[in-house]
């Protein structure tokens, strides 16, 4: 269950990061086609893809903060979940450091990083609010159900008269919601 406004503030997010980051992966294509060396076409084109790969990667992780800034509170992350979370970050960057890789791959790894620590300041400012569900789809306590009785059956409960056309309607609309055996049920147990 998302709560109103979080799909539209997704979609925001996706739109603006989308119009400001593609223009930057195409520019880094062209500029990777000048002044940088490729064995062949297909090198160039797999290196561009490579930075679209990397790209969309950062414009999905994202959205979550926009969606935090919007609504002035962070979701719960349980702590395994953020302990979980937090490892993976940092592991990508050991390796990073350790394994030899294009540089570009390296700079993807740390961009796990600082959205992270975005994420880090956004939970120490803003509220945790435990009924949101997390980019996990864990979601903390849930709501207080909202009152499904209709007003004859709360004139009913309070013992308040009702008039017999309103307390037909009630226990009709209590066989709708029962189904088709609900009928049944009942003169079996007026039988008793």
Same mark, same amino acid.
């Given at each position: +269950?998302?709560? +109103?406004?979080? *799909? @539209?503030?997704?979609?925001?997010?996706?739109?603006?990061?989308?119009?400001?980051?593609?223009?930057? &992966?195409?520019?880094? #294509?062209?500029? #990777?086609?000048?002044? @940088?060396?490729? *064995? #062949?076409?297909? =090198?160039?084109?797999? =290196? =561009?893809?490579?930075?679209?790969?990397?790209?969309?990667?950062?414009?999905?992780? %994202?959205?979550?903060?926009?969606? /935090?800034?919007?609504? !002035?509170?962070?979701?719960?992350?349980?702590? *395994?979940?953020?302990?979980? !979370?937090?490892? /993976?970050?940092?592991?990508?960057?050991?390796?990073?450091?350790?394994? !030899?890789? +294009?540089?570009?791959?390296?700079?993807?790894?740390?961009?796990?990083? &600082?959205?992270?620590?975005?994420?880090?300041?956004?939970?120490?400012?803003? $509220? &945790?609010?435990? %009924?949101? &569900?997390?980019?996990?789809?864990?979601?903390?306590? @849930? $709501?207080? $159900?909202?009152?499904?009785? %209709?007003?004859?059956?709360?004139?009913?409960?309070?013992?308040?008269?009702?008039?017999?056309?309103?307390?037909?309607?009630?226990?009709?609309?209590?066989?709708? !919601? *029962?189904? $088709?055996?609900?009928?049944?049920? @009942? #003169?079996?147990?007026?039988?008793?």
């Amino acid at each position: +269950p998302l709560r +109103p406004g979080t *799909k @539209e503030f997704d979609v925001i997010a996706m739109r603006y990061l989308s119009y400001a980051l593609y223009p930057l &992966v195409i520019g880094y #294509s062209i500029y #990777s086609l000048l002044y @940088e060396t490729h *064995k #062949s076409w297909y =090198s160039w084109i797999l =290196s =561009s893809l490579t930075g679209t790969v990397y790209t969309f990667g950062f414009i999905t992780m %994202t959205p979550q903060l926009w969606i /935090n800034y919007k609504l !002035k509170s962070t979701a719960h992350l349980p702590w *395994k979940t953020f302990t979980f !979370k937090a490892l /993976n970050t940092f592991i990508d960057d050991l390796f990073a450091f350790i394994i !030899k890789m +294009p540089t570009l791959h390296r700079i993807s790894c740390f961009r796990d990083d &600082v959205i992270f620590f975005i994420y880090l300041y956004q939970r120490w400012i803003y $509220p &945790v609010d435990k %009924t949101r &569900v997390n980019e996990f789809g864990q979601g903390g306590e @849930e $709501p207080p $159900p909202l009152e499904s009785a %209709t007003q004859e059956e709360q004139a009913i409960a309070n013992g308040d008269a009702v008039s017999a056309d309103a307390a037909d309607s009630t226990s009709n609309a209590r066989r709708r !919601k *029962k189904g $088709p055996r609900a009928d049944q049920d @009942e #003169s079996d147990s007026q039988q008793d």
